[in-house]
């Protein structure tokens, strides 16, 4: 007999007369983990069948229910055909931007082509209050071992490891500390404690570097993904600027001037 359907994408069962196609099978199959891909398939496809039958059947049986007519249900089928056409969009219109092609461009753009980065390799000692740095550094200045102090005094866990946090960029820390350290040569030690969130931090140099761009290999996930999100973001600029927008506060009023405002400030009875 011939098969039902179009030659590409033939019906493969009828449940009260809705079709269920090939496409159907392979798309449940494509959800399935790894390690079932490689089973045989007429050991899947009657599994599978089974599964899209049993689906159907469950529809069917809920329409008649009216449970499509439930007004919470019928959102929540919305916002499913919703998040549908979304993805459908942005797989359209940001998906083929972003090949191996566009991810080495990029690469070749925003890092190989800039020059390193610059590290800095340091140790600090953490304290509560900025008398005890000073105490700390006034000793360091009479020949104190910088490690010895640090896991003598220094709170935090950098203080086991004698204070040593290795090498970091600029962008790794807070600010107060990067503005600090990044000023220091190879070997100094911060003339005055410094103060952060965290503390009072001495710090201690101990070397300075630049370090090579990363590898192709090493940023092409990071890259990737942020070519996608710039990506989207411009679709949805897009999308914003064909349509009309209308705001209003959360209980459905009228958004006014003062909405934002902050309340005046109570006074003292």
């Keep these: 007999a011939k098969p039902a359907g179009s030659a590409a994408d033939p019906i493969v069962a009828r449940v009260d007369g809705r079709d269920v196609h090939q496409s159907d099978v392979m798309a449940l199959a494509e959800g399935l983990?790894?390690?079932v891909h490689g089973a045989p398939s007429a050991q899947l496809y009657p599994m599978l069948l089974e599964q899209l039958i049993d689906g159907q059947a469950l529809v069917i049986l809920a329409r008649k229910a009216g449970l499509d007519k439930d007004p919470i249900v019928a959102r929540q089928m919305q916002e499913a055909a919703d998040r549908a056409l979304q993805t459908?969009?942005?797989?359209?219109?940001?998906?083929?931007?972003?090949?191996?092609?566009?991810?080495?461009a990029r690469y070749d753009?925003?890092?190989?082509?800039?020059?390193g980065v610059e590290e800095v390799h340091a140790s600090q000692i953490l304290v509560p209050t900025e008398a005890e740095a000073?105490?700390?550094?006034?000793?360091?200045?009479?020949?104190?071992?910088?490690g010895?102090?640090?896991?003598?005094?220094?709170?935090?866990?950098?203080?086991a490891q004698g204070g040593d946090l290795g090498f970091f960029r600029k962008d790794q820390i807070v600010p107060e500390f990067a503005n600090a350290a990044f000023a220091m040569k190879a070997g100094e030690i911060s003339q005055n404690p410094v103060h952060t969130q965290f503390?009072?931090?001495?710090?201690?140099?101990m070397e300075r570097r630049t370090a090579a761009p990363q590898s192709f290999e090493q940023a092409h996930e990071v890259l990737r993904q942020k070519m996608i999100q710039e990506g989207v973001q411009k679709i949805v600029a897009q999308a914003r600027a064909d349509v009309k927008v209308?705001?209003?506060?959360?209980?459905?009023?009228?958004?006014?001037?003062?909405?934002?405002?902050?309340?005046?400030?109570?006074?003292?009875?």
């Design 246 to 269: 209308e705001k209003f506060n959360l209980d459905g009023s009228t958004v006014r001037p003062t909405d934002g405002a902050q309340p005046p400030p109570a006074t003292a009875k």
């Design 33 to 35: 983990p790894e390690n």
């Design 199 to 205: 503390g009072w931090h001495v710090i201690k140099v």
């Design 148 to 159: 010895a102090v640090a896991k003598k005094y220094a709170s935090g866990p950098s203080g």
């Design 88 to 104: 459908a969009l942005l797989s359209r219109d940001v998906g083929p931007s972003i090949t191996e092609q566009t991810v080495r």
């Design 134 to 146: 000073k105490k700390i550094i006034a000793d360091l200045k009479k020949g104190g071992d910088f």
């Design 109 to 115: 753009q925003d890092v190989a082509g800039k020059p």
